[in-house]
């Protein structure tokens, strides 16, 4: 390998993706709309409460009216009264639905009444199985309170609380924390994978590793301008997704000097791919379709926009085969939870990979033709 | 002294199909040789064969004294290829092509001489996707010359460019021969042949079917010199009894073989003392055009098989 080779080489294809506004949009611009667009739609899940409608048929008593107090009081809902004689008990559940509450809760008649007279009474939550979640936060909250009523009715004593939350790992997260180095990978993976099946296919089309072919430039040194051409870019959108997901979204991630390596070694694996799949096809349809087959379940199974333990249990061995999710998982590992061992064991797969792949790359990749 | 490129019984084949049928030649250093052909008759394949770019199936290649496919590594720091249809970076501008060329060569060239030698000085900042097919055809020629090689193959350089970016090539041509390169040159257009080559091989159904000098191969294979009178029947009736010379009469004009300078005086003072009315006289000769279509035509109609073999 000769350094002068891979430099001149490598001045060539910064300047010709420098040159590409089309490739520039989807290497920078587009991870930030990635970012924007998750962190729009999961960060807010989670942190805001949950409106309840609530007919109090009780004519607004004290003891219901501490209930609905106390409901407030959870920080889980937000409760909004709704006027009994315009709404009557009979009609409630699809007016809910008529006007696209997710919630309702009916508080009857006599409710006060039994509740100092120590007689059972039922309050009626009404939810809707479109939104689960903000039913079972509701439903949550309710019996919570009702469980502290019926505690303090017969002057009981709660021996067991429920402190302050605190979240799995060394800080407070949020989706939004998992969400960036899957990312990160998402972008790894699929700059260099697109791009270096393209050019490889193209360029044998164009006779332009013909040309090269008739220069002294090796394969290995070609290959190699490119990984670093790849790897400089994905420090680039990296630090772009990162500041923007802290930014906007308040992202916790530990900024440490451990995360290079993945941004290395990553696109190190994806570069050589995408030259592997691009060399064995020998057609653009065809090295398309190779290279779409590769890329596509690595988007989406290796816990890209999910993590991998939601999957259901047969999926997760299918993603534990794809390289990007060792790429992911460790950058997890060193960005949240400094799991340096883990990390550690995951950037060794990924290393020992990437060596097989960039070898069988430059074998099967040809200049020329017998 | 040993030839440039020295070729002996070069056979190609892809599969069934034999590409290239056993041919040889050697090209004299300092000389162009032009290698002429119709379409798939084996011009590309030979080429490639001599450029280290495909693998003969048997022969014996040798090109500065390297085998080619073998030895390509050390022959390609010697040749310089501007190939069919010249391709490269569509965002890289012709100066940065050759400073990228220069450093794999490690040569010292100077990117501005070079574009200007090629007349494309005026584009040197210009991004090859902007540049006309002439001009894309110079840049592939600059870069070919960018290692100072010793032998340049031109695979029809001229293909598809105007009249005037044609001449600006062939001046690099004549140019790049005082300088005392060896050109092997692919080309459609036999004129050029004609004009720019020491010697000349034709190739059809990859046999070589002539070689020589342009003018060898016109003398041995074209039809003799002849004289053309643009005249009636009458004249070739009146010729033919006065001077005694054979007569092709059509319509509205007549040929006379020639075979000395001093036949077209007897024939001009015979066609004056005749009277009779004429229009025009004018000497012709076959060009390398006439004798390659006629050795390819009869090639082909199963005439000829190939040039006799000592």
Excluded at chain 1, 104 to 119: C, D, E, K
Excluded at chain 1, 149 to 160: D, K, Q, W
Excluded at chain 1, 297 to 309: C, H, K, N, Y
Excluded at chain 2, 44 to 50: K, S
Aim: with cysteine.
């Amino acid at each position: 390998m000769n350094p002068r080779h891979i430099g001149a080489d490598f001045k060539v294809v910064a300047r010709s993706y420098l040159r590409n506004s089309a490739a520039l949009f989807f290497s920078l611009f587009f991870p930030i709309i990635l970012i924007l667009l998750f962190g729009a739609i999961f960060s807010s899940s989670g942190s805001t409460t949950v409106s309840v409608e609530v007919l109090n048929e009780d004519h607004n008593s004290a003891a219901s009216q501490a209930f609905l107090n106390a409901l407030v009081n959870t920080t889980l809902v937000s409760v909004q009264l709704v006027n009994t004689s315009t709404v009557p008990v009979s009609n409630f559940a699809s007016w809910l639905g008529q006007n696209g509450y997710a919630v309702g809760l009916v508080i009857p008649l006599g409710f006060q009444a039994n509740y100092t007279s120590h007689t059972p009474v039922n309050v009626t939550l009404f939810t809707n199985p479109e939104n689960p979640s903000a039913g079972g936060t509701a439903a949550g909250a309710v019996q919570g309170v009702a469980n502290e009523f019926n505690l303090r009715a017969s002057n009981g004593t709660a021996l067991i609380g429920l402190g302050p939350s605190e979240t799995v790992g060394s800080q407070i997260y949020t989706y939004i924390d998992f969400l960036i180095p899957g990312l990160i990978g998402f972008t790894i993976l699929t700059s260099p994978m697109f791009s270096m099946v393209d050019v490889t296919n193209s360029y044998r089309k164009d006779g332009i590793f013909r040309e090269l072919s008739l220069t002294p430039i090796t394969r290995a040194e070609w290959l190699t301008s490119r990984v670093i051409w790849y790897v400089l870019l994905s420090f680039a959108t990296a630090g772009v997704m990162i500041a923007t997901g802290v930014a906007l979204y308040h992202a916790h991630v530990l900024l440490t000097l451990g995360l290079l390596p993945y941004l290395i070694v990553g696109p190190f694996l994806f570069v050589s791919l995408g030259m592997l799949a691009g060399s064995v096809a020998k057609t653009p349809e065809s090295a398309a379709i190779i290279g779409n087959i590769i890329t596509f379940p690595m988007m989406f199974l290796a816990g890209t926009f999910f993590p991998v333990s939601e999957f259901p249990a047969w999926l997760q061995p299918v993603a534990k085969v794809l390289p990007l999710y060792y790429v992911i998982d460790g950058m997890n590992q060193v960005m949240l939870f400094s799991n340096e061992g883990r990390a550690l064991y995951d950037l060794l797969v990924v290393f020992v990979i990437a060596v097989v792949i960039f070898l069988a790359a430059i074998r099967f990749f040809r200049w020329r033709d017998e | 002294m040993p030839g440039a490129i020295e070729v002996h019984g070069l056979v190609k084949q892809y599969g069934p199909v034999t590409a290239v049928a056993g041919i040889d030649f050697s090209v004299a250093p300092g000389t162009v040789f032009s290698f002429l052909g119709p379409n798939g008759a084996g011009k590309t394949t030979t080429t490639e064969i001599l450029e280290g770019l495909r693998r003969a199936t048997s022969g014996e290649v040798r090109v500065l004294g390297l085998d080619p496919w073998s030895q390509g590594a050390a022959l390609h720091r010697k040749i310089g290829v501007i190939p069919q249809d010249f391709r490269f970076f569509d965002k890289i501008t012709p100066k940065e092509a050759i400073e990228y060329y220069r450093t794999l060569f490690h040569t010292k060239v100077d990117p501005t001489a070079l574009l200007a030698q090629v007349e494309l000085a005026d584009k040197a900042n210009a991004r090859y996707d902007t540049l006309s097919g002439g001009q894309k055809q110079k840049l592939g020629l600059a870069l070919a010359l960018t290692n100072e090689p010793e032998i340049c193959f031109l695979d029809e350089p001229t293909t598809g460019l105007d009249p005037h970016a044609r001449r600006a090539i062939w001046e690099v041509i004549r140019r790049l021969k005082r300088e005392g390169r060896t050109v092997f040159l692919t080309t459609h257009y036999l004129e050029e042949a004609e004009i720019l080559a020491d010697r000349v091989a034709i190739i059809n159904h990859g046999q070589i079917i002539a070689s020589g000098t342009p003018h060898e191969i016109i003398r041995t294979h074209g039809r003799p010199a002849r004289m053309r009178v643009d005249g009636s029947p009458a004249i070739a009736a009146y010729l033919r009894d006065k001077l005694g010379v054979s007569v092709e009469a059509s319509d509205d004009h007549l040929e006379v073989g020639m075979t000395r300078k001093e036949d077209a005086i007897r024939v001009l003072e015979a066609l004056q003392a005749s009277g009779l009315p004429w229009e025009s006289f004018a000497t012709e000769q076959d060009t390398l055009e006439d004798v390659f279509v006629r050795l390819v035509g009869q090639m082909d109609d199963g005439a000829i098989k190939s040039e006799a073999k000592p």
